[in-house]
């Protein structure tokens, strides 16, 4: 049974910096697309960031480039997401998602596996 389980959540401060994990079991995905999005309440889940499987190639949404950054260690079957110059904006529940394709994509519906979520609130 595949399972992704998120951690590294939490409350921070604005300006501040979390790093967040997904560790994947029940199959290894390292030639997999990886991605991270999040809801923040009374919004739809938006896109994060991806990984492309094999060559580990990112993409970003527009607003989140140059503060967070994807990236994955393969031997531990886990992604993560640094995230730095937190705002209050960012406040939201963070999901790590997984394809069965090595493409990544901004189109959740295009996921096959996701994680519970971690919460992530940032103070002003």
């Known amino acids: 049974q595949v399972q992704l389980t998120e951690s590294g959540g939490g409350l921070v401060q604005a300006g501040g910096s979390l790093r967040l994990s997904c560790a994947a079991s029940g199959r290894t995905f390292s030639s997999n697309a990886m991605g991270w999005f999040r809801q923040a309440p009374g919004k739809e889940r938006e896109f994060v960031a991806a990984?492309?499987?094999?060559?580990?190639?990112?993409y970003y949404a527009d607003s989140k480039k140059g503060r967070f950054t994807i990236s994955r260690d393969n031997a531990k079957n886990t992604v993560y997401l640094q995230m730095n110059s937190l705002k209050p904006e960012d406040t939201a529940v963070y999901y790590c998602?997984?394809?069965?394709?090595?493409?990544?994509?901004?189109?959740?519906?295009?996921?096959?596996?996701w994680g519970q979520g971690t919460q992530v609130t940032v103070s002003s």
């Open positions: 998602a997984a394809r069965n394709s090595p493409y990544g994509s901004p189109n959740r519906d295009l996921y096959d596996y």
């Open positions: 990984i492309r499987g094999l060559d580990g190639y990112t």
